[in-house]
């Protein structure tokens, strides 16, 4: 749902971002018309954005970006959905029914 959205309307709402970072409505208008947005996966949030103080060993005076990685919405939302899923069903699984809990079960399905 969220590519056919971005599909849709990203190309009238937002100008290019090659190289840049997009506007939200520019004042030229966006860079396609409807239907002809691209589908934005790839997000970049660098947190903290400096440089090392000078008198840091070894790092002192060079560039630091803190949570440097790009990263797709789409494979995370994945993995930390199959995260979740293993960790249920494992405690799921460890879960043994006891002869008490089956009978309880098999009363319960023939009334």
Same mark, same amino acid.
């Given at each position: ?37 691209? *589908? ?18 070894? *790092?002192?005076?060079?560039?630091? *970006?803190?949570?440097?990685? *790009? ?41």
């Amino acid at each position: 749902m969220g590519n056919i959205l971005d599909c849709l309307f990203y190309g009238i709402i937002f100008n290019d971002s090659t190289g840049q970072i997009a506007s939200l409505f520019p004042a030229g208008g966006g860079y396609g018309t409807f239907f002809y947005g691209k *589908v934005v996966d790839m997000l970049y949030f660098p947190l903290i954005d400096t440089r090392w103080p000078d008198w840091i060993p070894f *790092v002192g005076g060079d560039h630091f *970006v803190f949570f440097r990685p *790009v990263f797709n919405m789409a494979d995370s939302a994945i993995t930390v959905g199959i995260i979740i899923l293993l960790l249920f069903y494992r405690r799921d699984l460890s879960e043994v029914p006891t002869s008490e809990e089956k009978e309880t079960v098999v009363d319960s399905t023939d009334k």
